[in-house]
């Protein structure tokens, strides 16, 4: 078996890297800066180039390395690696794509409930007048909605978005998903004491989703232009909400923040961003947004599973 050069530019799993030093790569793992990747590459004779998002691996850094031969996308989304330019000069490309499903699906349902219970503004508040206005912030915060029964609308019916609607049925939602590739699918839920049920969900346009739907959750890849803008939130019932742990981008966010600040939208969330890694003040300030820093995937379990499918990549790259 072929011993290989690898840099994991973004982080990589413990166990991950064990696995492939026991086999006998050769494995890094500290931070290069854009600026010096190139460098680092050839004089490290890196064939094998592991990122995340943080790092983009475009026309022309694939220009420079001439030991590369592979990239392995650790995550889902391709956006920022030059695919097709890649393969032109030889170099596969690879990602990890059923990894991190339910990790991102945990984190929609988390910041669903945040926001349905004002959590991401109690927790501002809370701390600074929670021993001088107690009264009035439960007050402010007494009005929380439950989401039994409440329609949850998924733009983008893949691997994440399945999962986004398993755990919905599990919190006895309905579900509307659209998706312009997927018809149909068959969702399988697993429970504690070993009994599944299986749910059979039709596809539908995604005007239907927009009307009907009391929240939307976006898992798409990215796109040129946003998936919701004006148009779309207009769409939509009075008071619904809008969370985005896609990628920056498919949201609108100005249109977004005009729909809040009118009250057509109760509360959105976003956990990627348009400017990352700098967002806009006016939006991490905001009280109707619950905010995070890009950490669907992040998980210590999703970052093992990755893992575990990156030494699988490699160790059957040769054959």
């Keep these: 078996m072929a011993q290989h050069h690898i840099l994991a530019n973004d982080g990589l799993a413990g166990s991950a890297r064990e696995a492939l030093e026991k086999a006998g790569h050769t494995v890094y793992t500290r931070k290069i800066e854009p600026e010096n990747l190139a460098d680092f590459i050839?004089?490290?004779?890196?064939?094998v180039l592991i990122v995340r998002s943080a790092?983009?691996?475009?026309?022309?850094?694939?220009?420079?390395?001439?030991p590369l031969k592979?990239?392995?996308?650790?995550?889902?989304?391709?956006?920022?690696?030059?695919?097709?330019?890649?393969?032109?000069?030889?170099?596969?490309?690879?990602?990890?794509?059923?990894?991190?499903?339910h990790s991102v699906a945990e984190l929609v349902m988390a910041h669903l409930l945040c926001g349905v219970r004002f959590l991401h503004d109690a927790n501002r508040e809370m701390p600074l007048r929670g021993d001088t206005a107690f009264k009035e912030l439960k007050k402010k915060y007494s009005k929380g909605r439950e989401v039994k029964g409440k329609t949850?609308?998924?733009i983008g019916f893949g691997r994440i978005g399945r999962e986004v609607a398993k755990m919905a049925i599990g919190l006895e939602m309905k579900v509307l998903a659209h998706d312009p590739y997927i018809k149909e699918a068959d969702l399988t839920l697993h429970f504690f004491d070993g009994q599944t049920a299986t749910f059979h969900i039709q596809t539908v346009s995604k005007e239907e989703v927009l009307r009907n739907a009391d929240f939307i959750t976006l898992h798409v890849p990215a796109q040129d232009k946003p998936v919701i803008g004006e148009e779309e939130i207009n769409m939509m019932k009075d008071g619904a909400a809008i969370i985005n742990a896609a990628r920056g981008g498919v949201v609108d966010e100005v249109a977004l923040y005009k729909a809040l600040e009118k009250g057509?939208?109760?509360f959105a969330a976003l956990d990627v961003f348009?400017?990352?890694?700098?967002?806009?003040?006016?939006?991490?300030?905001?009280?109707?947004?619950?905010?995070?820093?890009?950490?669907?995937?992040?998980?210590?379990?999703?970052?093992?599973?990755?893992?575990?499918?990156?030494?699988?990549i490699v160790q059957n790259m040769d054959n």
């Design 42 to 47: 050839n004089d490290k004779n890196i064939d």
């Design 55 to 66: 790092t983009k691996v475009r026309k022309d850094l694939l220009d420079k390395v001439k």
């Design 70 to 101: 592979m990239i392995i996308r650790a995550g889902v989304g391709l956006d920022n690696i030059d695919v097709d330019y890649a393969k032109q000069k030889g170099i596969l490309v690879r990602n990890t794509p059923a990894a991190s499903s």
């Design 152 to 154: 949850l609308g998924i």
């Design 264 to 266: 057509k939208l109760s």
């Design 274 to 312: 348009a400017d990352e890694p700098t967002p806009p003040v006016q939006l991490l300030m905001y009280p109707k947004l619950s905010l995070s820093p890009h950490i669907g995937a992040s998980t210590v379990e999703a970052q093992e599973r990755i893992g575990e499918e990156i030494v699988g």
